[in-house]
Every structure is written in structure tokens, then in C-alpha cells.
């Protein structure tokens, strides 16, 4: 009898000790947080037990889905993030709101992004709340701080040096000439052609990464890349759920195709890496973004690489991630503009031709083109180039 007492009395104990946790963590914290935000001046919308402000953002994306933009406005704030849209003219363009019980705060001053950004004290970690898009990104240089951040830059970092980026041009040119390749094909059959270019920018995206990557393993890369995009939607699905913690280790049917995706990738993933390893000394690492890491990696570190085989696979991850959608929306939103403006169609035409020729594009003729870097359109924006040149990953807001 004594002991059924004491079994009780641990899980009474247990319990309480569990509800008083979750008080603290989901009543007293955020009041305290906003307390105290708000004596510095920053406010925002009112913290909701439990959801904090993600019923409201769900609303507002719904009352927007379906939306079509039109072609003479190019402001899509409203459309892609209706929840900022609202609360910046209310709360001004810092304030606090909440994901869940998780504190979030939005820095929409230009001049205090760029401070967060440039700090190397560590002051601003880098922290990812949701378990699976930190799945997704892996733990590489993106999500990294501190001396595992210079770790990772000093593997990473020789593979995106402008001169290697620069060879790379051809296998980029190869990609979009097969893509346009078969565009002219659809053409030649006559009739009426319509061609879906967000589709068409994402698969080229996905050759040009799948290629530069991963060189003569492009089909396993390949896989790899249709695995990530599925991982990637799964993990997207989740971002204005409530996040509680205990439910990531539920076997539910989404959670089990997370991690299914995730072992998958990680093994493919893997078994390229070991093969560059098993032939490195008849073959190399080989000229690729992963063979060029790997040798920075081992020339770094000798028989000690500076990168464990799992934060190579991360920053394997990090090229799909960081690399396809961001690529693939900046062509499409650019083809957009362009179509918007045929005046302009014929002055970069004019451009490309006189300095490429009807040769294929190399890196020092890219630097030649001047017109596509500020193209104003008739919202006095402008058109990037589609080519960013970048000496350093980061990250970025």
C-alpha cells in the first residue's frame, strides 16, 4: 500500500510540475515579454492563449487566397504577407507578435535589418522554431553560429569563390539552351503555344543545381532534389500550426513522410559523398559546389575534415533550398516585368547580342551586360539581374 502511495505522490508531482511549466510557458512568459517590450516602446497585436496571433494570420491569408495581382501593381505585400501588411501601419515597422506561444519580432526598418544582419557578436542567434523546416535546412552555414559558423564558412566559402562560380557559367547556359530547346520545338508544331515559365523556371533551377552540385552524380542529385521539394512542402504546410513540442514525436501520417523523406535524403545524400571519398585519389572530388567542399574541407582539416559527414549532408541541403525557389521566382518575377515592358525587351535584346554574340554566355560577358542591373519600370522599381554574384553565404531576411 505504501508504495502505490509513492507511485501516486511522483505522478501527482510529475503533473504538477508539468502544469506549472505550461502555465509559466504559455500565461505568465508572454505577459512578461510584452510587458517589458512595450516599456521600450515596442507593441503589436495582443498575445491569444495557446495560438498567440496565428488564428488572425490564417484569416487574413484566407480573405486573400485566390487573389490575382494586377499587371500595372506591383505591390504583392498584401497578398503574401496580409498579416504585416495590417499590423505595420498599426504597430509601426517593429513590434512583437507571436507564433504560438513563441515570441516573434518583425524589424521592417531598413537601417535596423542591416545592423541585425552585419552583427558578429552574437547578439541576434539564429533560431528556427519549427522543427521540420530546421529538418529541411539542416544544421549547415544558413541556421549556424558562433565558431560553427566560421567552421562551415571556411569549407563552404571556397566553393563559391567568383572565379570557380565563373566555370560554372557553361553547365548554367547548357541547362537554359536544353529549356529553350524544347520550347522551339513546341513552336515548330505550330498552332497556339503556351508555356507555364514558373514550372519551366523551376525545373531549370532544379537542372542548374542538380548539375553544379553534383556534376556527374546529377541523377542521384536529381532524386534528391524531387525529395527535398516534397519535404520542403510538408514542412511549409505546418508554419501557422501551434507548435507543440510533444506532437513531432507522434507517429501521425504527415510525421512519418517527413521522416521518410528525411532518411531517404539523407542516405542518397550520403552514398554520393562516400563514393567522391572511395575515389578521391584516381578521380578527385571532382569540380563541383560538393567536390569543391570536400576538398576545401579535407585540405583544411587533414585526416581531422572540419565537417562531419552529417554537416556535410546539411550544407548539401542548404545548396537545393537556398538556391531553386529563391532563382526560380526571381526569373519568373522578371520575366513578368519584361513582358510588362517590350521597350525594354528590345534594349536587353540589343545588349546580349552585341556582347555575347551568338556565342554562349561566359562570366565576363555577364559582366559586360549594364542595362538589365537597373531597368526602371513604370513604378520606378527596378529589375535585378538574373545572375547574383555573391562571394559569401550568409543569412539572410
Known amino acids: 500500500m505504501g508504495l502505490v502511495w509513492m507511485v501516486a505522490a511522483a505522478v501527482a508531482a510529475v503533473l504538477a510540475s508539468w502544469a506549472f511549466n505550461a502555465l509559466v510557458y504559455l500565461v505568465w512568459r508572454p505577459r512578461a515579454i510584452t510587458r517589458q517590450l512595450r516599456a521600450q516602446g515596442v507593441g503589436g497585436p495582443g498575445y491569444r492563449f495557446l495560438a498567440g496571433n496565428l488564428a488572425e494570420i490564417k484569416r487574413l491569408r484566407a480573405d486573400t487566397a485566390g487573389a490575382a495581382l494586377d499587371v500595372g501593381n506591383h505591390d504583392f505585400v498584401p497578398m503574401v504577407q496580409p498579416h504585416f501588411h495590417k499590423w505595420i501601419p498599426i504597430h509601426g515597422r517593429t513590434f512583437l507578435y507571436w507564433f504560438g506561444a513563441r515570441p516573434s ?24 522554431g519549427n522543427p521540420h523546416i530546421a529538418r529541411l535546412l539542416g544544421k549547415g552555414l544558413v541556421l549556424t553560429d558562433g565558431d560553427d559558423w566560421k567552421r562551415h564558412r571556411k569549407v563552404v566559402h571556397p566553393a563559391f569563390n567568383m572565379d570557380k562560380l565563373k566555370m ?15 520550347w522551339t520545338a513546341k513552336m515548330e508544331k505550330g498552332g497556339s503555344v503556351e508555356i507555364e515559365l514558373s514550372h519551366q523556371f523551376e ?3 532544379a537542372d542548374v543545381i542538380s548539375h553544379t552540385a553534383f556534376g556527374s552524380s546529377y541523377e542521384q542529385g536529381k532524386k534528391v532534389f524531387l525529395a527535398q521539394k516534397e519535404l520542403q ?26 521522416w521518410k523523406l528525411d532518411k531517404e535524403v539523407r542516405t542518397m545524400l550520403m ?27 579535407a585540405a583544411e582539416g587533414g585526416h581531422n575534415p572540419i565537417l562531419s559527414m552529417d554537416e556535410i549532408i546539411d550544407e548539401c541541403k542548404t545548396f537545393f533550398f537556398a538556391g531553386h525557389d529563391t532563382s526560380s521566382h526571381l526569373l519568373t518575377w522578371t520575366m513578368f516585368l519584361l513582358s510588362t515592358h517590350p521597350e525594354w525587351q528590345e534594349k536587353l535584346r ?17 559582366n559586360k551586360l549594364q542595362l538589365g542591373q537597373h531597368v526602371p519600370t513604370r513604378n520606378s522599381e527596378v529589375i535585378r539581374p538574373c ?11
Do not use: W
Not at 116 to 127: A, F, I, M, Q
Not at 168 to 182: F, H, L, N, Q
Not at 233 to 258: C, M
Open 105 to 128: 519580432l518583425c524589424v521592417a526598418d531598413v537601417n535596423m535589418v542591416k545592423q541585425v544582419l552585419s552583427d558578429r557578436g552574437g547578439l541576434y542567434p539564429k533560431n528556427l
Open 271 to 297: 552514398n554520393i559523398i562516400k563514393t567522391r571519398l572511395a575515389t578521391k585519389d584516381t578521380m578527385g572530388y571532382g569540380n563541383d559546389l560538393l567536390g569543391l567542399m570536400l576538398e576545401a574541407c
Open 203 to 205: 525545373e531549370l533551377t
Open 233 to 258: 512542402f510538408l514542412a511549409f504546410s505546418t508554419v501557422f500550426n501551434v507548435q507543440i513540442p510533444a506532437l513531432r514525436y507522434l507517429p501521425t501520417e504527415k510525421n512519418l513522410r517527413i
Open 168 to 182: 560554372m557559367t557553361v553547365t548554367m547556359s547548357d541547362c537554359a539552351g536544353s529549356m529553350m530547346s524544347e
Open 350 to 366: 540589343e545588349e546580349v547580342l552585341r556582347e555575347c554574340g551568338s556565342e554562349v554566355p561566359t562570366g565576363d560577358m555577364l
Open 387 to 397: 545572375v547574383a554574384h555573391s562571394e559569401e553565404c550568409g543569412f539572410g531576411s
